[in-house]
């Protein structure tokens, strides 16, 4: 069993940053891979961002976030990270990490086996 445990949500103004973490326990986190969704008021949950369990190359992102958002992890810290650059009034919502136990890093929801509780993130105009 895996626990997420996500930080560093808040409040920032139009085009500021916020980096989110991600701190999971267990020892098996270096072979999974790591994906961010978020879900706005009244919307369903969206893939914005997700990388494999070797980092690197595997990284995908979301159209809507690719420039502006960076996913990573530190394998040595059991953390996967999230820095939102230039932040929008439209990327607000609850953010989730996810882990992979097949270490893929896909878009697809359901491909995830362990979710976070979610740390909010709004954005001002």
């Known amino acids: 069993q895996v626990q997420l445990v996500e930080s560093g949500g808040g409040l920032v103004q139009a085009g500021g940053s916020l980096r989110l973490s991600c701190a999971a326990s267990?020892?098996?986190?270096?072979?999974?891979?790591m994906g961010w969704f978020r879900q706005a008021p009244g919307r369903e949950r969206e893939f914005v961002a997700a990388?494999?369990?070797?980092?690197?190359?595997?990284?995908a992102y979301a159209d809507s976030v690719k420039g502006r958002f960076t996913i990573s992890r530190d394998n040595a810290k059991n953390t996967a990270y999230l820095q939102m650059n230039s932040l929008r009034p439209e990327d607000t919502a609850v953010y989730y990490c996810?882990?992979?136990?097949?270490?893929?890093?896909?878009?697809?929801?359901?491909?995830?086996?362990?979710w976070g509780q979610g740390t909010q993130v709004t954005v001002s105009s």
């Open positions: 267990g020892p098996t986190f270096r072979t999974y891979a």
């Open positions: 990388i494999s369990w070797s980092g690197g190359n595997s990284i």
């Open positions: 996810a882990a992979d136990r097949l270490g893929s890093g896909v878009q697809r929801e359901t491909a995830y086996d362990y």
